[in-house]
C-alpha cells in the first residue's frame, strides 16, 4: 500500500501547476541564451580568418601525417607557425573556438594525455590547393574591412535610402574592385573557388544538359562554368561570353569559344543560356532587360537556366534559409538595386520576359537551378 500512495503522490505532483513566474524566466532566459549567440556570432568569421592566416588546417594536414590520428599538439602547431616566439597560451585558446564550433576535432593522446588537433570535414575546405574548391578566398573577401564597412550602413540606407557601398566608400561595387586591383583579386579568387562547388552541384543534379547542343554562359568571367558543363557534356558547343577586357584574358578551353560583349545589349544565339550568380547583382529593371536579350537568342523551345539563390525555397526551416537571408542583406550592402528573389519574384521576371514551363530544381548548395522555356509560336 505504501508504494501505491507514493505513485500516488508522485501523479499529483506532475499535474501541479506550474509557477506562471518561473516560466516566465524560464522563456526569458532561453530567448536570452539565442540572443547571445547572435551576438557573440561574429567572433567565429574572427577567429576562422586568424587560422587561415596562420596556416592551421595547412600545418596540421602536412605535418600530421605521421601521427596515427592525423593530429597535432598545440607545440607542434606552435612549431611550424612563421614566428620565432608564438603565444602557445594564445593558440590554444584559438584551437579550442575551433573546437567548439566543429571545424577542428580534439583528440586525448591515450599514453600522454595531451590534447591533439586533427581537421574535421570543414577544415578540409579551408586547405590551399584544393583544386580550386576552398572556402578560405570566400572567408578572407567577407572579412575584409572595405566589406565590413558596407555591413554598417544598413540603418542608414534604411532611414535614408541610398546605396550602402556608395555611402560607405564613395563608389559603387564594380567601381572599387576595377580602382582596386588586391579587392579584385581576391573577390575573383573568391568567385571561382565558390563556383566549382556550386557547378559540381548543378552538373549532379541537372540532367536537361543530354538536350543541349550549343550553350551561352552569360558574363561567364574567364570561362570556368561552361568548362565544367562541356568537360561533363562533350557534346555541347560552349560559349563563354563577357565583357572585352575579361575576354582578353579568358585562357583556351576545349570545346569552348570566347565572345566579348554586353549582356544588357544583346546574347549570343544558343539553344539553352546559363546565368550563374549574375541576376542578383541588378534591379527588376535591369534583370529583364537581361532576359529579354536571353529570349531574342534562343530559339523556339530554348532554354535559359538560372543558378542563384530562392528565397523561401523549401520554407523557414530549411536547412539553408539562414544562409540564403544573409546573401540577401549582402546584396544589399554591396550592389546597386541587387537582391535574392523568391520564388514568386523569379516566375514574375521570367513570365513577363516571355518563358514558361518554370521549373526549380533544388541543389546541394544555397542555390536553385531555375529552368524555363521559351515557348514554341504554338504556345504563344
Known amino acids: 500500500m505504501r508504494h501505491a ?10 499535474h501541479q501547476k506550474v509557477d506562471p513566474a518561473a516560466a516566465a524566466d524560464n522563456e526569458m532566459f532561453e530567448a536570452r541564451g539565442q540572443l547571445s549567440a547572435l551576438i557573440y556570432a561574429f567572433v567565429t568569421p574572427c577567429v576562422l580568418k586568424a587560422a587561415v592566416l596562420l596556416g592551421i588546417p595547412d600545418i596540421i594536414a602536412t605535418n600530421g601525417k605521421t ?16 614566428s620565432d616566439s608564438p603565444r602557445e597560451d594564445y593558440l590554444e585558446r584559438l584551437l579550442k573556438h575551433l573546437v567548439a564550433k566543429k571545424v577542428l576535432k580534439e ?23 584544393r583544386n580550386g574548391s576552398s572556402g578560405a578566398p570566400m572567408l578572407l573577401l567577407l572579412s575584409e574591412d572595405w566589406v565590413q564597412q558596407s555591413l554598417q550602413q544598413i540603418d542608414k540606407v534604411v532611414l535614408e535610402g ?15 574592385l576595377e580602382q582596386k586591383p588586391a579587392a579584385q583579386n581576391l573577390f575573383g579568387d573568391a568567385m571561382a573557388n565558390d563556383s566549382k562547388a556550386v557547378l559540381l552541384g548543378v552538373i549532379r543534379n541537372y540532367h536537361g544538359f543530354k538536350e543541349v547542343k550549343s550553350m551561352v554562359d552569360v558574363a561567364g568571367n574567364l570561362g570556368l562554368a561552361v568548362g565544367m558543363i562541356v568537360q561533363a557534356y562533350p557534346h555541347i558547343q ?14 583556351i578551353i576545349p570545346g569552348v569559344e570566347h565572345v566579348a560583349g554586353d549582356m544588357f545589349k544583346r546574347v549570343p544565339t544558343a539553344d539553352a543560356i546559363f546565368l550563374k550568380h549574375i541576376m542578383h547583382d541588378w534591379d527588376d529593371e535591369l534583370c529583364m532587360k537581361i532576359l529579354q536579350n536571353c529570349y531574342r537568342a534562343l530559339p523556339e523551345n530554348g532554354r535559359v537556366l538560372i543558378v542563384d539563390i530562392v528565397l523561401g525555397y523549401g520554407g523557414v526551416n530549411h ?4 544562409i540564403r537571408a544573409h546573401r540577401d542583406v549582402l546584396m544589399l550592402c ?12 523569379w516566375q514574375q521576371l521570367l513570365e513577363t520576359s516571355g518563358f514558361s514551363h518554370m521549373k526549380f530544381i533544388e541543389l546541394p548548395t544555397p542555390e536553385c537551378l531555375i529552368e524555363a522555356f521559351k515557348p514554341t509560336k504554338l504556345e504563344q
Not at 500512495?5 to 506532475?14: P, R
Not at 557601398?165 to 559603387?172: P, S, T, Y
Open 5 to 14: 500512495t507514493d505513485a500516488s503522490a508522485n501523479s499529483g505532483d506532475i
Open 67 to 82: 601521427d596515427p590520428d592525423g593530429a597535432l599538439s598545440v607545440h607542434q602547431i606552435s612549431a611550424q607557425l612563421k
Open 107 to 129: 583528440i586525448r593522446d591515450g599514453r600522454t594525455g595531451e590534447s591533439k588537433y586533427g581537421l574535421t570535414s570543414m577544415s578540409n575546405l579551408l586547405l590551399k590547393g
Open 162 to 176: 541610398g546605396e550602402a557601398f556608395v555611402r560607405a566608400h564613395g563608389v559603387g561595387f564594380w567601381d572599387y
Open 238 to 251: 560552349g560559349f563563354n561570353y563577357d565583357r572585352p577586357h575579361i575576354i582578353a584574358h579568358a585562357p
Open 319 to 322: 536547412p539553408l534559409a539562414g
Open 334 to 345: 554591396t550592389q546597386s538595386g541587387g537582391r535574392e528573389r523568391s520564388q514568386d519574384d
